[in-house]
């Protein structure tokens, strides 16, 4: 059964990712460094950070101690080319720590950095997946606020 979980999620993943690298490829500094609100989140910083929380949740889901500053994700700037990097990294890191997934890894009390209550590890993965698919809307309509702009 894990393996079939394991496939679900790489697979999930690596979609995720590939769209990423859909909205990402072509984009130049000042379109992905721009925020539509003083308090709206740019492209580069929407990446920087889903590629940040993916890495952290599977090493906290394979209890593999990790280290994340996430409040400097919320400050990136960065090239097309950096990004692209970072979702390659994070795709090969979720690869490995996916197909070396265990059944106590998916049903153990895992515990995040950021001091949220433990919960099995396949909560974390379906939760961080979502996650991630909800900032991948949101770099879209960014796209789409920055090419309507007057």
């Known amino acids: 059964m894990e393996e079939n ?11 995720l990712h590939e769209k990423l ?10 379109t992905l460094n721009w925020a ?4 709206a989140n740019s492209i580069a910083v929407l990446v920087t950070h889903i590629v940040g929380s993916e890495v952290e949740m599977i090493r906290s889901v394979r209890a593999i101690p990790t280290e ?18 970072g979702i390659d990294e994070a795709d090969r890191v979720l690869k490995e720590e ?3 997934l265990t059944p106590a890894d998916l049903t153990d009390m895992r515990t995040r950095f ?5 919960q099995p ?14 900032h991948l809307a949101q770099i879209e309509l960014t796209k789409q606020l920055y090419d309507s702009r007057t």
Do not use: C, M
Request: hydrophobic content about 35%; glycine content about 12%; proline content about 8%.
């Open 5 to 15: 979980i394991r496939d679900i999620f790489g697979r999930g993943f690596a979609e």
């Open 21 to 30: 690298r859909g909205q990402v490829k072509g984009l130049d500094p000042g």
């Open 36 to 39: 539509p609100l003083p308090k």
């Open 68 to 85: 994340r500053d996430r409040d400097a994700e919320f400050r990136a700037e960065a090239s097309a080319a950096e990004l692209l990097a």
């Open 98 to 100: 996916i197909a070396a």
């Open 114 to 118: 950021d001091g949220r209550p433990p």
């Open 121 to 134: 590890g396949l909560y974390w993965l379906v939760t961080n997946y979502g996650h991630s698919r909800e």
